[in-house]
């Protein structure tokens, strides 16, 4: 599952049944998740069962699985379950057989087949924009927008024309997000905020609206309304403009908003029709999402829809003895690289500076990690970086992870810890099982303890042993 995915799958697990109930009463909401968020496994589950009238057993499906791909097939059916996709049919004296959630079943089959007058997909304008807007108009604004967000964050504003900034909604939601902290009239980027710089753009915009929807109930809004919007932004056609007719009250609040990101376009408030630019449209992509800006090239991100672009080109050297040359022009790329190398000099299409022991204790003190910035130079190397093995010289790697180590001795990992257990019979089956499924992070036979990232799968294996036994 990508980054965008997890951060937005991690949201609707939280939400209540009934939730998804209203969510999957719009067929665009429905193929959304099924095209974004499951595996392909779980897709393969849900188009076996789509178009039966009868539950399928258990035993059935099992049959279509390899024994090898247990992990993979428990996996999936968590999720199914999670997102109230799934429910166990019961009837009494059958074998255990599983079916599809209504409406979710009938919203997918009206999303593939179409039919119906429910218009989630949107409705497009029946008459010509009198203000031509094409497709390289409305990257060039999602590309200032965007771009002028990522430079607030490093604090290269005014550079290049964006000297405005963003509005003061996005502003407070960085803040609230904790990408950003306000010292004074200085704003300073956190490790949140440095570990959503490396994401691509993808994966960064789904950051934002999370937050969003996460302060929505505080703004009067409806949270179902909210979402149902944004899965059905990534089901629009790129330069069709599409009309507010149907848009709810809350929707159309979110135009503005929205705007403020990139997200969409409206040449004025007051007008009754919107454009969707690419990072609308690559919401719920199941293809490469865009490349970062931070990464390199939005331009050539913006104007390809897969991340091989030569917008991907690495542009750093780093020596053994600590210097960096970056052979760039862009002033974000060059504001990241000031966060924590100190630079010396400029030309051109190049800038040079050095990695040292204070340029990496300043970042490590505004929150940023060795491991991110070792992975920032790892993943933005130059081609000739990647003729060597590895592609970053050892000494300088082990220098700034031993410069972070110098004021910290220990690391915390998030997490669930399970313990007294009867027997080490009892211990010892979920244990092996957390461990199977990616989840264990630490065990102790001894003990008859082990602690585990996340517990949902846990829970549910422990409760069918129960069954069992029973």
Not at 181 to 196: A, Y
Not at 302 to 323: A, H
Not at 392 to 418: N, S, Y
Request: aromatic fraction near 10%; glycine fraction near 8%; charged fraction near 20%.
């Amino acid at each position: 599952m990508s980054v965008s995915s997890l951060r937005s799958f991690e949201y609707l697990e939280q939400l209540p049944g009934t939730t998804f109930r209203r969510l999957y009463e719009q067929p665009s909401t429905a193929l959304a998740i099924f095209r974004r968020m499951l595996p392909h496994l779980a897709k393969s589950f849900v188009m076996a069962m789509l178009y039966i009238s009868q539950p399928l057993p258990v035993t059935d499906l099992e049959s279509c699985v390899r024994p090898e791909s247990r992990r993979e097939k428990d996996h999936s059916l968590s999720l199914l379950y999670r997102l109230h996709i799934l429910a166990v049919a019961s009837d009494p004296g059958q074998p255990q057989a599983l079916k599809l959630t209504n409406p979710f079943a009938t919203s997918l089959r009206l999303a593939l087949t179409g039919g119906g007058e429910h218009q989630s997909f949107g409705v497009p304008c029946d008459t010509p924009d009198k203000h031509h807007v094409d497709i390289a108009y409305l990257d060039a604004f999602a590309r200032s927008q965007w771009e002028g967000i990522l430079h607030y964050m490093v604090g290269s504003l005014g550079l290049k024309g964006h000297g405005d900034g963003p509005s003061q909604g996005v502003t407070k939601l960085l803040e609230l997000g904790g990408l950003v902290e306000r010292h004074g009239r200085n704003v300073v980027i956190t490790k949140e905020g440095f570990s959503f710089l490396l994401q691509e753009v993808n994966a960064q915009v789904w950051t934002l609206l999370i937050f969003y929807l996460e302060n929505a109930e505080g703004l009067h809004m409806d949270s179902v309304d909210v979402l149902s919007f944004l899965f059905m932004l990534g089901s629009l056609e790129l330069g069709q403009d599409y009309s507010l007719d149907k848009l709810t009250p809350t929707q159309i609040h979110m135009l503005e908003d929205l705007g403020d990101y990139g997200i969409i376009y409206r040449r004025k408030s007051s007008s009754r029709r919107f454009y969707p630019t690419r990072l609308a449209t690559t919401l719920t992509s199941d293809a490469g999402a865009l490349r970062s800006a931070s990464a390199g090239g939005f331009d050539n991100a913006l104007r390809s829809s897969s991340s091989s672009g030569d917008g991907g080109k690495g542009f750093i050297i780093i020596e053994t003895n600590f210097r960096m040359y970056a052979y760039t022009s862009s002033p974000l790329q060059i504001a990241v690289l000031a966060l924590f190398t100190r630079l010396q000099s400029r030309y051109p299409n190049m800038v040079t500076g050095r990695i040292t022991r204070e340029s990496i204790r300043r970042a490590i003190a505004t929150g940023i990690t060795s491991e991110q910035i070792v992975s920032y130079l790892a993943t933005h190397a130059h081609a000739q970086m990647h003729k060597n093995n590895p592609v970053l010289p050892p000494t300088v790697v082990d220098q700034i992870r031993l410069w972070q180590i110098e004021g910290e001795r220990m690391k915390a990992t998030g997490g669930f810890l399970f313990k007294d257990f009867v027997s080490l019979a009892e211990y010892d089956a979920p244990a092996r099982y957390a461990e199977e499924i990616g989840v264990l992070v630490w065990r102790s036979d001894a003990k008859r303890m082990f602690f585990v990232t996340r517990h949902e799968q846990i829970a549910s294996y422990l409760k069918s042993r129960a069954k069992k036994a029973a």
